[in-house]
């Protein structure tokens, strides 16, 4: 039977599997590796317990949400999603997580990246969402177009990147992809990195932890390249997420004299020139 009125089409928990959930995910227009399986495998290193729900009408929706219950508040987020036209991010899609989760009291906080405008923001308030007063980021993203070519890729960048680029190409070998990377070796480069900036350890740079449950659940679609000295120590690395035709920032560190010898700038564009037929996107 076919149901014509939309109204009658619903949110309903995902049952099928995690490549058929990856399969559909990549269909969908604005997907993020953050609604991938791979990325709801390494945040359940850190305790966060995995939901998928699905909206079956005319526009297909998925939303893979990350749960975990605080003095008895269950908290549900929704990184790099949920990928739907707002319009259904209605009420019934709350109700279907609070009954799947059982929580009796239950607070969620999605985290879309698609392009914040009027319109995606008064459907939001209409399905009675309202924005946060603590933002856990600073909600700005880049995307490059890796589809154009490289010598116009070139002609885009800023006079300050192209001068850098410049001195790093001629102060360095040419970066290479690193293969037999370890969460120890990576570790170490963001630790010499911590202690030249005086930066956070914490908040700043990813924990130990973190480098190692990424490689360990997302290797498969992580790429990293690497540029060294003349010892063959490395100077810079640059890392990305690969799924579908889109990429996404994940590492980037570069040793004190890395730093002096713009290591970074050569070793990221590297990466762009590996993955030229995708999308590479950074969020901070």
């Known amino acids: 039977m076919t149901i014509q009125n939309a109204s009658h089409f619903e949110w309903s928990e995902w049952t099928g599997t995690d490549l ?8 969908l227009d604005d997907f993020t590796i953050y609604q991938a399986t791979n990325w709801a495998k390494h945040r359940a290193d850190f305790g966060w317990q995995t939901y998928r729900l699905i909206y079956q009408g005319p526009e297909q929706c998925q939303a893979q949400i990350l749960t975990k219950t605080v003095l008895g508040t269950t908290i549900a987020w929704i990184p790099g999603g949920p990928i739907c036209n707002f319009d259904h991010l209605n009420s019934q899609f709350v109700d279907c997580l609070s009954t799947i989760t059982k929580a009796k009291r239950l607070f969620v906080r999605l985290n879309s990246l698609e392009t914040t405008s009027d319109l ?23 995307q490059l177009d890796l589809t154009k070519s490289e010598s116009t890729r070139r002609e885009m960048l800023s006079n300050n990147w192209a001068r850098n680029m410049h001195r790093g190409e001629t102060r360095n070998s040419k970066p290479y992809e690193w293969t037999n ?19 956070d350890s914490v908040s700043d740079t990813p924990s130990f932890e973190v480098i190692r449950s990424i490689i360990d659940k997302c290797g498969s679609n992580l790429k990293i390249f690497r540029c060294d000295d003349e010892q063959g120590n490395p100077l810079a690395i640059r890392g990305a ?25 050569v070793t990221a564009w590297s990466l762009f020139n590996f993955v030229p037929s995708r999308k590479l996107r950074s969020t901070t």
């Open 120 to 142: 995606t923001c008064e459907k939001l308030k209409k399905n009675k969402w309202k924005q946060v007063t603590t933002p856990l980021s600073s909600g700005l993203s880049l």
């Open 241 to 265: 997420l690969l799924l579908g035709n889109k990429a996404w920032d994940i590492f980037a560190a570069a040793t004190p004299q890395g730093r002096k010898q713009y290591s970074s700038y």
């Open 20 to 27: 058929e959930w990856d399969q559909k995910l990549i269909k």
């Open 181 to 199: 990377f370890t969460p120890e070796a990576i570790a170490d480069i963001y630790g010499q990195l911590t202690r030249y900036k005086d930066l």
